[in-house]
């Protein structure tokens, strides 16, 4: 058994789970069970040669027809596959599944796939500006939307759901400003306070029987200090609270919107 052949059955059981009562399956993941044989390396450079080819396309005719179409179909796979507004009515029901399922597909894999799509597409979404507006306002919609729909619930894991889904949202918009590195920043850190955050849930989950009701939690701070801790930094660093992880990407995503000059690593004196 080859290696992606074992990746995509150990995310076929993790994701096809049933609950106690058996109501619930997800389905909706079922992209990744699809079994992926392994390029070899005369198709690596058919690939690399082909997309070489593409980009001379789209650098000598980036209004043609196709060049436009292939973006747009490129982004609306992004969008769906990152939680976009709009196609994002597959994340709440996700949530079904176990809480590490979720810790580790809805905040460093699964989800980021799409915004890591845009991310690779740079050299070709340079060439249109109409595309890499509508990025931005994609993510700019998705950001506000998915922070009002975290208010109207009481399950905790969609609480967490809905605000991944406005993180990738500030992934796009850095994508659509051109500002890659950030994008690639913000994934890195989204990755370790939405674990954090899950996984403190499930500790909270377990703590008090499997209740997801937020307004029937309270007094974690004397019951399980450590569980308290735990949420509370990731929560701060989601919040983008001052010199925790979450605050520097998301405050160079911010600053990159109004225009702000960034600091250019590059130009610091560093002395040995």
């Not at 051109?178 to 500790?203: C, E, P, R, T």
């Not at 399980?224 to 930094?233: H, K, M, N, V």
């Not at 405050?251 to 109004?258: E, G, K, M, N």
């Amino acid at each position: 058994m080859s290696e992606n052949e074992m990746d995509n059955r150990g995310s076929k059981f993790l994701i096809g789970f049933i609950d106690d009562e058996g109501s619930f399956r997800v389905p909706l993941l079922k992209p990744l069970h699809k079994k992926a044989n392994p390029l070899d390396k005369k198709n690596q450079d058919e690939g690399t040669s082909n997309s070489r080819k593409f980009k001379i396309h789209c650098k000598s005719e980036p209004k043609s027809i196709n060049g436009i179409i292939c973006k747009i179909h490129n982004l609306e796979g992004a969008m769906a596959k990152s939680a976009q507004l709009g196609l994002n009515t597959w994340l709440p029901y996700a949530m079904e599944g176990p809480t590490p399922v979720s810790a580790l597909l809805h905040s460093a894999t699964m989800v980021t796939a799409g915004a890591y799509l845009l991310i690779r597409l740079s050299p070709v979404l340079e060439y249109s500006s109409d595309i890499l507006i509508i990025i931005t306002l994609v993510g700019s919609l998705t950001a506000l939307f998915a922070a009002l729909m975290a208010l109207t619930q009481n399950d905790i894991k969609r609480i967490i759901a809905y605000s991944t889904m406005s993180q990738l949202g500030y992934i796009f918009i850095a994508c659509g400003l051109s500002q890659y590195d950030l994008a690639i920043f913000h994934i890195v850190n989204h990755g370790f306070f939405k674990a954090l955050l899950f996984l403190s849930a499930g500790g909270i989950l377990h703590s008090i029987y499997d209740e997801q009701n937020i307004f029937k939690m309270g007094g974690f701070i004397t019951l399980d200090p450590f569980l308290y801790i735990a949420i509370l930094s990731g929560s701060l660093s989601l919040m983008a609270f001052p010199f925790l992880t979450g605050y520097y990407s998301k405050d160079y995503i911010i600053a990159s919107t109004l225009g702000l000059p960034l600091p250019n690593p590059s130009k610091l004196n560093c002395k040995d």
